[in-house]
């Protein structure tokens, strides 16, 4: 915890809203329920919450996000944000596009890229993850709860993880600092969320292109718009955070959500 102590001031030294106020926990049970929690009691927009261990951190789709003490990045931070719900994929897609271009500050020369819709890998490894939810007042959002989990300091994974999973210490030739790890991520998305809220992807896409790493590739999915098994070279993302995927049929489908693997 003492290198996070730092975290705060590095955070008003760059003037991002983003992390202030900073709540920095040695144990939780997830950061997104303190988040939740504080922000029915009114939080303001910005609020971060940084915990050194989880006992329920989760990622998509009900998965848990386990992480050693005080070793990685678990954060949570509440954007107060109205927007439609169409705003939440793009929201996802520049949180992680945020922790894309922090991890590759701190470890110059290495690939980081994005895998649609909310992995951060570096060579094929999965180095951070990104969760998106929403709190909602009849069709409108009224507030967004980024959740994130960022591999730092672990060296060794457990055998489920091995050869899918990596961490900054693994591959910046430097000992990552956590506290300028996050205060980056934090003004990366202060830059940024803003612009997608109100306009989509379009002024962004570049950079998502860039990061894309499954552009070119074939992908399957078990959720494609058709509701089933779907199967096409992947050929981007629009402007709502959807992945263009062009079938053998030459019709190009675009998936909002679901399970993308390689083929």
């Excluded at 949180?95 to 271009?101: E, K, P, Q």
């Excluded at 552009?215 to 399957?220: E, H, P, S, W």
């Excluded at 995927?245 to 083929?263: K, Y």
């Amino acid at each position: 915890m003492p290198d996070l102590k730092r975290a705060p001031a590095l955070v008003a030294e760059r003037g991002s809203q983003l992390g202030q106020p900073m709540h920095v926990l040695g144990y939780t049970t997830s950061t997104s329920d303190e988040a939740k929690r504080a922000a029915k009691t009114g939080a303001p927009h910005g609020a971060t919450w940084v915990a050194e261990q989880q006992s329920a951190g989760r990622g998509r789709q009900g998965r848990t996000w386990e992480s050693p003490h005080g070793e990685n990045l678990l954060f949570s931070v509440l954007l107060r944000v109205a927007c439609p719900p169409s705003r939440i994929p793009p929201i996802a897609l520049v949180s992680g596009l945020a922790v894309r271009d922090a991890v590759a500050r701190a470890a110059p020369g290495v690939s980081v890229g994005i895998k649609w819709p909310n992995d951060v890998l570096v060579d094929g490894r999965k180095i951070a993850g990104v969760l998106v939810e929403a709190i909602t007042l009849g069709s409108r959002v009224e507030a967004v709860i980024v959740g994130i989990g960022l591999n730092v300091h672990t060296r060794v994974f457990p055998d489920e993880l091995e050869g899918r999973a990596t961490s900054v210490a693994l591959v910046a030739k430097q000992t990552p600092d956590r506290a300028e790890l996050l205060a980056d991520v934090l003004a990366n998305l202060d830059r940024d969320v803003h612009i997608v809220v109100g306009r989509g992807l379009g002024l962004l896409r570049p950079r998502l292109e860039a990061a894309d790493v499954l552009r070119g590739k074939r992908v399957k999915s078990d959720a494609g718009d058709r509701g089933a098994v779907d199967e096409g070279v992947a050929s981007g993302i629009d402007d709502e955070g959807r992945l263009l995927v062009r079938r053998d049929d030459g019709v190009t489908s675009r998936w909002s959500a679901g399970e993308v693997h390689l083929v």
